[in-house]
């Protein structure tokens, strides 16, 4: 089982990534997926989430309108498109894969089984 995440990299502010997260070795449709990053000195928070079909999704106040989360259950893959980036957005991204969850509990940490590697987004001034 595996999810690789790409497409980190170094942006100036007001630009656009887009990251892309293929998983192998598991039922994709079958979890719920998330972007979770890490800042330097800071938790881990999760970003966007969305759940199974795709229909519905789940942003944190700091992305709401800049970030865009979406799947393709044909490819086993999840995306951020990451528009109006900001230095605040530097940060180690992570994709997620959560089994078992819900949407009361995709904005959890702990409720995600499977993690990435991570990809470094840093978004200079």
């Known amino acids: 089982v595996q999810l690789q995440a790409s497409g980190g990299g170094l942006v100036q502010t007001g630009g656009s990534l887009r990251l892309s997260c293929a998983a192998s070795?598991?039922?994709?449709?079958?979890?719920?997926m998330g972007w979770v990053r890490q800042a330097p000195g800071k938790e881990r928070e999760v970003v966007a989430a969305?759940?199974?079909?795709?229909?519905?999704?789940y942003y944190s106040d700091s992305v709401k309108g800049r970030f865009t989360i979406s799947r393709d259950n044909a490819k086993n893959t999840v995306s951020l498109q990451m528009d109006s980036l900001e230095p605040e957005d530097t940060a180690v991204y992570y994709c997620?894969?959560?089994?078992?969850?819900?949407?009361?509990?995709?904005?959890?940490?702990?409720?995600?089984?499977?993690w990435g590697q991570g990809t470094q987004v840093t978004v200079s001034s």
């Open positions: 070795g598991l039922t994709f449709v079958k979890y719920i």
């Open positions: 969305t759940i199974r079909s795709g229909g519905d999704t």
């Open positions: 997620a894969a959560d089994r078992q969850g819900t949407r009361s509990t995709w904005t959890f940490l702990n409720a995600y089984d499977l």
